[in-house]
């Protein structure tokens, strides 16, 4: 089975420019997280869906980055417009939640983007 | 609030000996623990989880961890290190209050195995 796919793999762009980064979790899993992890600040949640729905944007560091889940196969995140600090590995993370369950199952992670912005 | 701290940033083992990664919790009420495993250029992979139960908990490759309530930990083990688990380990913790699921995850450990 496929995991979760994230496109693309590899980012570097300049300062200034519309980063879009995408995410397809898992066939049937209805909850999606968006990561960021820096050496700095380790892994930190930035969003977080449920049936498409965000749950808890909390994590989104501002105005700057936005996230979307337009249906249950594909989620993308975005950053306009990036900045030096915004350079890190993105990761997008999937889970099934069975109904009226109790979600305690893993998280299934995607290999990440490396995002470079200069 | 919730937290999961890791309290050695890098464990250092000869291969064929037992490993050890530690992982101590706070949170309010029963945690849900887990640990994954992460290899260079590759995200989180699942190892194992506590949700109740069994204080020993078996997973993947070998690995397996230990839930102690009273010392609120859940250190990995393994009896055998081999090369091949060289990689970073995380722990990661939510209460089973929180209806919605957030995992909070530990700094994590770099394990490195020599031969």
């Known amino acids: 089975d496929a995991g979760v796919i994230q496109s693309p793999r590899h980012e570097v762009t300049e300062m200034g420019q519309e980063v879009t980064l995408r995410c397809k979790p898992i066939s049937g899993h209805n909850s999606l997280f968006w990561y960021r992890q820096t050496m700095m600040r380790g892994l930190e949640l930035l969003i977080y869906?449920?049936?498409?729905?965000?749950?808890?944007d909390s994590g989104m560091p501002e105005d700057r980055f936005s996230a979307k889940m337009p249906n249950a196969s594909f989620s993308t995140l975005k950053i306009q417009p990036s900045e030096p600090r915004d350079s890190a590995v993105y990761f997008c993370?999937?889970?099934?939640?069975?109904?009226?369950?109790?979600?305690?199952?893993?998280?299934?992670f995607g290999d990440g983007t490396r995002l470079s912005i200069l | 609030a919730q937290s999961v701290a890791q309290p050695e940033d890098q464990v250092n083992v000869a291969e064929g000996n037992p490993l050890t990664v530690k992982c101590t919790y706070s949170v309010s009420g029963n945690p849900y623990l887990f640990w994954y495993v992460q290899y260079p250029n590759r995200g989180l992979q699942f190892l194992l989880k506590?949700?109740?139960?069994?204080?020993l908990v078996k997973g993947s490759y070998g690995f397996e961890a230990e839930f102690n309530k009273s010392q609120t930990s859940f250190h990995l083990k393994k009896p055998s290190a081999l090369v091949s688990d060289s990689a970073l380990y995380f722990c990661?913790?939510?209460?089973?209050?929180?209806?919605?699921?957030?995992?909070?995850f530990g700094a994590g450990t770099q394990v490195v195995v020599t031969p």
């Open positions: 869906f449920n049936n498409n729905v965000p749950i808890d």
């Open positions: 993370a999937s889970r099934l939640d069975p109904q009226g369950g109790s979600r305690n199952q893993p998280q299934h």
């Open positions: 506590y949700i109740t139960g069994d204080n």
């Open positions: 990661a913790v939510r209460p089973q209050g929180d209806s919605w699921g957030k995992f909070q």
